[in-house]
């Protein structure tokens, strides 16, 4: 049997080929899990979603936008028709607005917490919610950075949202540990991502020294963040809760 064999799951951001939540949403299926997968962008959701079912998983595909409260409702509606319940949530979407603090505006401010922070403070409630109703127990994991536990320059918006995401995950986990229901964080460092190539276009030299600088001298891979979430959405991870999950090749360690 798969290490998820059987459970309801659902990976937000997961519409680009290359992220951390397609490669979520795939080792998921592969492990046995029913996947709903969700993006702003549902051509690139259901094309992730299409590329699972084609290769024997179970996969749907759904359009949000999770700085929408009242989307979070629908979703979660659908999921309770569709499977009476969730197991693991993983709330993965998120942006990244990095500018220096002079330059950096209110809205800009906004805008980044409400997508990286507010999201997934609507997304746990809903979860819990639910997870509660059907008294099954279950796993979130939550996307935080590197840059919520380390102060990184141009990151102050980006790294007060995250941050505030590994604090939050804390708090979720104490209020729901008698019942089951786990909540962990995950810190992933420099991942091979589409957002790197305008990094790595950019500033070619630069990028090059960042990526020297790691302590294992190349950035990691969507895999290598997405084999962490299922660890901890799996019953292997059955005593963990409120932790929080640094996969960076070490450049916290420094």
Not at 130 to 140: A, E, F, N, P
Request: include cysteine; aromatic fraction near 6%; charged fraction near 20%.
């Amino acid at each position: 049997m798969g290490r998820l064999e059987g459970k309801i799951t659902l990976v937000t951001g997961a519409g680009n080929e290359r992220g951390l939540g397609a490669a979520t949403a795939r080792r998921f299926a592969e492990e046995g899990a029913f996947v709903y997968l969700t993006d702003l962008d549902a051509k690139g959701a259901e094309s992730v979603a299409a590329a699972i079912r084609d290769a024997g998983g179970q996969a749907e595909a759904l359009a949000q936008d999770v700085t929408s409260e009242a989307g979070w409702e629908e979703l979660f509606q659908a999921i309770e028709k569709g499977h009476g319940r969730i197991d693991v949530l993983v709330n993965n979407a998120g942006i990244a607005v990095l500018k220096p603090l002079t330059v950096l505006s209110l809205a800009d401010w906004e805008k980044q917490n409400k997508v990286n922070l507010d999201s997934v403070f609507l997304g746990t409630r809903r979860a819990v919610e639910l997870m509660r109703k059907t008294g099954g127990g279950g796993s979130i994991v939550n996307l935080s950075s590197i840059g919520g536990l380390v102060g990184v320059p141009m990151c102050g918006a980006y790294g007060a949202a995250k941050g505030g995401v590994r604090i939050f995950s804390k708090v979720v986990a104490m209020e729901c540990a008698a019942e089951g229901i786990r909540c962990n964080s995950v810190h992933p460092g420099m991942i091979e991502t589409a957002m790197q190539d305008v990094a790595r276009s950019d500033n070619p030299q630069g990028f090059k020294e960042i990526v020297a600088s790691i302590p294992m001298k190349r950035m990691g891979s969507p895999l290598d963040i997405a084999n962490m979430i299922l660890f901890l959405a799996s019953d292997e991870a059955n005593y963990i809760t409120g932790g929080e999950f640094v996969v960076d090749g070490g450049v916290t360690a420094m």
